[in-house]
């Protein structure tokens, strides 16, 4: 369903592969006149959205998939770009067995848990074009106030 969500879709970024549970995740970015800037490489702002929902979408669905229901976003970020994307890049995200179990620790004693996670960009050279910190911040399902 991801990859036809508009947000990615158009910015083509595309789930190539998705572990099913949910510890390995792995994301393309292909250029295209749609995300392509003036000096023909893929717009920064399309590599950081192509960083942004993995770990949040990951640990829920993890915990989901045991029984537990989570609010899961990402809370902050941070990338520093190595060098311009002029060819497809490839992004692996993975949660480790030692994160799921600091996750399950940490909600169950303060019923939230936070944590910096990375990522990196490659192009088609092997290359690393953009490396990201990205703080994943879960919590025990509050539910949703009637008062926005």
């Keep these: 369903m991801l990859r036809i969500f508009p947000a990615l879709l158009f910015s083509r970024v595309w789930v190539k ?7 390995n995740c ?4 292909k ?5 392509r800037n003036l000096q023909r490489t893929i717009f920064g702002g399309t590599i950081f ?3 942004d929902p993995w770990f949040p979408l990951m640990f829920w669905q993890v915990f989901a998939h045991r029984g537990q229901k989570l609010e899961a976003w990402l809370k902050s970020a941070e990338i520093d770009y190595k060098k311009p994307a002029a060819s497809r890049l490839t992004i692996h995200f993975t949660i480790t067995d030692a ?3 600091e996750a399950e620790a940490s909600l169950a004693a303060e019923g939230r ?4 996670m990375t990522a990196e960009a490659i192009n088609t050279a092997g290359e ?4 990201a910190r990205l703080l994943v911040y879960i919590r025990n399902y509050k539910g949703h106030s009637a008062n926005f």
């Design 113 to 116: 848990f936070q944590k910096w």
């Design 99 to 101: 994160d799921l179990a």
């Design 128 to 131: 690393v074009c953009a490396e």
């Design 17 to 23: 592969s998705m572990r099913a549970d949910f510890k």
């Design 49 to 51: 959205s192509a960083f």
């Design 31 to 35: 250029p295209s006149i749609l995300n």
């Design 26 to 29: 792995t994301v393309s970015v």
